[in-house]
């Protein structure tokens, strides 16, 4: 896949996430896609949360390297 590709599908991917975020209060933003990393902005409820880690390495980082081969990992850029 190339860069654009990846991107795409990490935007649509990210589209299919955000309605179970939103049902807690909380949000994801797509930042950039960058040397194999993909950047988000958590936001609302999700911002503020104990869980946040767990939330982005276990379940959204998961989900997203399951069609997207070449990612790295997802960052949260409002640490």
Known sequence: MNQ??????????????RP???LDGGDIEYIKYEDGY???K???????CSFL??????NI????KESVENLKGVI???L
């Open 76 to 78: 949260n850029v409002n």
């Open 38 to 40: 993909l950047y988000v």
């Open 20 to 22: 179970f975020l939103n």
């Open 53 to 58: 880690d767990v939330t982005l390495k276990d």
């Open 61 to 64: 980082e998961a989900y997203l």
């Open 4 to 17: 654009e590709d990846t991107e795409t599908k990490l935007k649509e991917l990210l589209e299919e996430i």
């Open 42 to 48: 958590m936001s609302g409820a999700c911002a503020g």
